[in-house]
């Protein structure tokens, strides 16, 4: 079946503009996870839904950064106002159900560049 | 912040031998995650360990977990070059769907 898709796999932005990073979980998960990766490092946490309330967001760097998932299927983060230090690949993860303990499912990224 | 730490950050080996990646953690786990990036893409999941398990083995992959220590070893044995990537520990602090801490990532290359 399909995995995680994240669209548009790169973004250029210049700073300043806003952008929207979008995540296509796997269908029927329901746990979705958002993670910022800089370039040599670990991915970071940002944010998780499980369906459509936002029960973590304790990873936002600042208020530029929004994410919500409506439906609780298809995510979207925001970046608003973007600065050189949001340079980084924007990872999204699902997995299926609410609770146990579960591997995570990425999606290829997108990679943020800011000029 | 990055709970992880592995160890190396690099490491170049021959095709055929066998490769130990460590990490160790901060703080008490639920359990902990392995997994693999090739370059330009997403994460992999390889293996998950759980703090009650001390040893577990997938395919050419062993995992050790030590909570006394507060580290885990990862080993691939028999290489290959496709396993050239860089390989990273997750801890997960509580059960359920809880958020994936990662450590910055040790850089595997397989030289054919």
């Known amino acids: 079946g399909a995995g995680v898709s994240q669209s548009p796999r790169y973004k250029v932005a210049k700073r300043g503009q806003d952008v929207a990073l979008r995540c296509d979980p796997i269908?029927?998960?329901?746990?979705l996870f958002w993670y910022q990766q800089a370039l040599g490092q670990g991915p970071e946490f940002l944010t998780y839904?499980?369906?459509?309330?936002?029960?973590?967001k304790s990873g936002l760097p600042s208020d530029r950064f929004f994410a919500e998932r409506p439906e609780g299927s298809v995510s979207t983060l925001k970046i608003q106002r973007t600065q050189q230090e949001d340079s980084a690949v924007y990872l999204c993860?699902?997995?299926?159900?609410?609770?146990?303990?579960?591997?995570?499912?990425f999606g290829p990224g997108t990679r943020l560049t800011v000029t | 912040s990055q709970q992880g730490e592995e160890d190396p950050q690099a490491l170049s080996i021959q095709e055929g031998e066998n490769a130990t990646m460590n990490c160790s953690y901060k703080?008490?786990?639920?359990?902990l995650q392995w997994y693999r990036q090739n370059s330009g893409r997403g994460l992999v999941h390889l293996i998950l360990?759980?703090?009650?398990?001390r040893e577990k083995h997938s395919g050419r992959l062993r995992v050790t977990l030590d909570t006394s220590k507060k580290s885990s070893s990862l080993l691939i044995t028999a290489s290959r070059a496709a396993d050239t990537a860089s390989y990273f520990c997750?801890?997960?602090?509580?059960?359920?769907?809880?958020?994936?801490?990662f450590g910055k990532g040790t850089r595997l290359s397989v030289i054919a």
């Open positions: 360990i759980r703090s009650n398990e």
């Open positions: 703080t008490s786990i639920n359990n």
């Open positions: 269908s029927g998960h329901v746990s």
């Open positions: 993860a699902s997995t299926p159900r609410g609770g146990g303990t579960y591997e995570q499912y």
């Open positions: 997750a801890t997960a602090l509580n059960s359920g769907n809880t958020p994936l801490v």
């Open positions: 839904f499980q369906n459509e309330a936002q029960l973590d």
